[in-house]
């Protein structure tokens, strides 16, 4: 029996479940080499844009699983909205058992405040045209499907794995420029209200790093995505540090539980569950 790695809280975040773009399995043996005290969400989970039930692999289903039963098994699942999936917004601070739906959490992290949120109020092309960017989405998660024929061809012939869609990212000097902004601004904010570490989600670009000004300085952290970076955050003896899949990457660990049976009707009724929680407390 392999020896799971215990860490303080992992972050990860845009793992676009439903999608073609999704790579499922690899999170799965992620989730299953770690036993972490928080495990943070930080939005674009299931990606409800884009929900078909014509398209919901057993990989991704046993990804929801497995993170329902960490929070079974006492771990601390904090899931915090995204864009994707910000029909759960309505159901913002609801708590079922050990798992918690909020749109922004600010935590104590061995005397620094850390604050947590998706990213997306900082995009103004989802709050002024939001069709434009699900119409965005959908291209990008093309562009994905078409990369994993590409990436399949090249594992076979021993080449290196390459990203269309961040060849394309970097190569757009407006794409850069909208990256450096959102970091910029979302840091200045974090230094202004005195948070010692900012992290978000959002842009599919991991990344930690200081950033200063004349009023201060802030860690500023994200957590990637598990589209084409593979990445997660993890908070452990008081250090922040970003875990990379193709290159941190373990053997799968054995899951233990039987998910031959889980249906798309499984899914269905866990956010079922949800709304008549929240219709309960309301009485």
Known sequence: MKIKRKIEIAVISDVHLGTYGCHAKHLLTYLNSIEPKKLILN????????????????????????????????????????????M????????????????????????????????DVFDVSIQNAKWLAKLGGYGYDMLTLINR?????????????YSLSKKVKNGVKGAVKYINDYEKVISELAIENGYDYVICGHIHQPKMEYIENKHGRTMYLNSGDWVENFTALE?????????????????????????????????????????????????
């Open 43 to 86: 939005g674009d989970i299931i990606d409800i844009w884009q929900f078909s039930k014509r398209y919901f692999p057993k990989s991704h289903l046993k990804v929801i699983k497995k993170i329902m039963t960490m929070a079974s098994n006492g771990v601390e699942v904090i899931y915090i909205t995204g864009n994707h999936d910000e």
């Open 88 to 119: 759960l917004r309505k159901f913002s601070d609801t708590t079922i058992g050990n798992i918690s739906i909020v749109d922004k959490i600010v935590l104590d992290l061995d005397g620094l405040k850390a604050w947590f949120f998706h990213g």
């Open 149 to 161: 024929g590409v990436n399949w061809y090249l594992d076979k012939r021993g080449k290196e794995r």
């Open 235 to 283: 908070y452990q003896f008081k250090r922040w540090k970003i875990y990379n899949f193709s290159k941190d990457k373990l053997a799968p660990f054995i899951v233990d539980e039987d998910f031959e049976e889980m249906k798309i009707n499984d899914l269905i009724a866990a956010i079922t569950i949800v709304d008549r929680v929240k219709k309960k407390s309301k009485i």
